[in-house]
């Protein structure tokens, strides 16, 4: 196998990126051309993904934005290559972003991407390396107003994971599968008595094409 074979060259954006990221466009490029190099070859993203980067990751990644309240402190766990959290923050320069992930590769990916990113747009973001339940990792993170994940844990052990994270009044904003959809009505029970209130499906990016989604939102209730 050849290098270019391991490594393919990140896909053209479509039409529709320069409208999503706006002046973030050279960072979100910058990103996919990670994700396309260093994310194959560290073994964070699969080599048939590239062609498909824009539409089903990074475009896709950013129509969470559609569900983030202007200002929020978001916190993105299990965060992996940086989705949905690198997106959602090129796409929303307003939100204070956290990326949490347990896996060191991965954090050095997520280190290097927020460096290399901050040189070509200012990105204030913060990476912290532990797993969303543990105590140092709710302590490092302070206070925030929403928590996303993408296809990190079905939703009852996500919402037992985040605990910690999700104050009364936190969101939860899951990016997730057709089959947990289908499910969601059977662990609303399950959900609400963990906690959680107005548990619903939300369909996001509807002017992204192939790339829009729904996720699950939920709020943490009074304790």
Known sequence: M??????PEAPPPPPVAAEVFGDALPAALAFVAKLASDGVTRGLIGPREVPR???????NSA??????????????????????GIPLGLARPD??????EPMARRVEFLQEAVSELS???RTPWRVLRGRAEERSVAVAVGEVDVVTARAVAPLPRLVGWCRGLLRPGTQLVALVGARALEELPSLVPELEAAGMRDIHPRAVGASLGSAATTVVVMTRGAR
């Not at 980067?53 to 475009?59: I, Q």
């Open 95 to 100: 939100v204070a972003l956290t990326l949490v």
């Open 63 to 84: 129509a969470v934005a559609e569900a983030v309240p202007e200002g929020a402190r978001v916190v993105d766990v299990g965060s992996g290559a940086g989705l949905p």
């Open 53 to 59: 980067l824009w539409e089903r990751h990074v475009l």
């Open 2 to 7: 050849t290098e270019a074979e391991r490594t």
């Open 119 to 121: 040189e070509v747009q």
